[in-house]
């Protein structure tokens, strides 16, 4: 058995230790010049073409089993999330209506209809800015409790069915 390395396109050498061969890290291959132009002397020749992207790879999964669990959090996660939405948009909603003077003009039209003798309809008082705000939290709290109920009655439905179909096929690609 030869020790002398054959390969042309390194110029490592192989040595031989009490472990077995080690080989050293092959010497990057010399350059070619560019077709149709002459290496000159002290210029950098062309770089090779590189070689072609490889093709993206595809996977094809089946999501047979959820975990309920994880559902239930992520789930709680998004509605407390949803939640606190709900109750921002109800005060920017609350605050716009009055900074605009809708409630002056609903005022206005109430009174219009139902006349003076009724002793006026102030609708500030009816939805002010503290009930408003009490009213989309008690609905933030409904739709916490229900969406998160009904996330995870959806995952053990999934599973119930998945277990009968066979789950979803989803295909992953490799960009």
Same mark, same amino acid.
């Given at each position: 058995?030869?020790? +002398?390395?054959?390969? #042309?396109?390194?110029?490592?050498?192989?040595?031989?230790?009490?472990?077995?061969?080690?080989?050293?890290? #092959?010497?990057?291959?010399?350059?070619?010049?560019?077709?149709?132009? #002459?290496?000159? #002397?002290?210029?950098?020749?062309?770089?090779?073409?590189?070689?072609?992207?490889?093709?993206?790879?595809?996977?094809?999964?089946?999501?047979?089993?959820?975990?309920?669990?994880?559902?239930?959090?992520? +789930?709680?996660?998004?509605?407390? +999330?949803?939640?606190?939405?709900? /109750?921002?948009?109800?005060?920017?909603?609350?605050?716009?209506?009055?900074?605009?003077?809708?409630?002056?003009?609903?005022?206005?039209?109430?009174?219009?209809?139902?006349?003076?003798?009724?002793?006026?309809?102030?609708?500030?008082?009816?939805?002010?800015?503290?009930?408003? /705000?009490?009213?989309?939290?008690?609905?933030? /709290?409904?739709?916490?409790?229900?969406?998160?109920?009904? +996330?995870?009655?959806?995952?053990?439905?999934?599973?119930?069915?998945?277990?009968?179909?066979?789950?979803?096929?989803?295909?992953?690609?490799?960009?």
């Amino acid at each position: 058995m030869s020790s +002398a390395n054959t390969n #042309p396109r390194s110029s490592g050498t192989v040595r031989s230790s009490g472990s077995g061969p080690r080989v050293n890290a #092959p010497a990057r291959p010399a350059q070619r010049p560019s077709a149709g132009q #002459p290496a000159k #002397p002290g210029t950098r020749p062309g770089l090779v073409k590189p070689a072609p992207k490889a093709k993206a790879r595809k996977a094809r999964l089946l999501v047979s089993k959820v975990d309920p669990w994880s559902v239930l959090k992520m +789930a709680f996660l998004l509605s407390v +999330a949803l939640g606190i939405v709900t /109750v921002v948009a109800a005060i920017v909603i609350w605050t716009v209506l009055d900074l605009t003077g809708i409630f002056d003009g609903v005022n206005d039209l109430l009174r219009e209809i139902a006349g003076t003798e009724s002793g006026g309809f102030d609708l500030r008082q009816f939805a002010s800015l503290g009930q408003v /705000v009490s009213f989309a939290t008690i609905i933030a /709290v409904v739709n916490v409790v229900l969406l998160t109920a009904l +996330a995870m009655l959806s995952a053990v439905l999934y599973n119930i069915s998945s277990a009968l179909v066979g789950g979803i096929g989803v295909t992953l690609t490799d960009d």
